[in-house]
């Protein structure tokens, strides 16, 4: 599949640095929902805190939350970065939508 950008190929971008473990281009919001669905579960405020109810709820805040792509440079510090979007407290919203949405429907 060609991508319209550059005429690069989808096969030719690398994630992985050689020989790396770690990801090239990574989501800065995918540690915060992890956090923030953390911190959610520690409060007790999950009506199941199964392991099946909690992935749910991080699938749930993962899919609700926009994804902020980053290159994984070591140039950058973008986790220090102040400018986070959604803010804290729209990710804690999202992630209470998530928590009462698997909480109404567990997978169980
Ligand atoms: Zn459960």
């Not at 989808?10 to 770690?22: C, F, H, K, T, W």
């Not at 926009?66 to 979007?85: L, T």
């Not at 407290?89 to 429907?105: F, S, Y």
């Amino acid at each position: 599949m060609a991508s319209p950008l550059l005429g690069l190929k989808y096969s030719d971008i690398n994630l992985l640095s050689d020989g790396e473990e770690v990801p090239r281009v990574i989501n800065l919001n995918e540690k915060r929902c992890v956090e923030a669905v953390r911190e959610f579960i520690d409060a007790g405020r999950a009506v199941c805190e199964c392991e099946e109810c909690i992935l749910d709820i991080l699938a749930v805040t993962l899919n609700n939350t926009p994804s902020r792509y980053i290159v994984n440079d070591i140039h950058m510090n973008c986790f220090g970065d102040p400018d986070h979007h959604p803010k804290d407290e729209e990710l804690e919203k999202i992630v209470e939508a998530a928590g009462e949405l698997v909480g109404r429907k567990p997978h169980h």
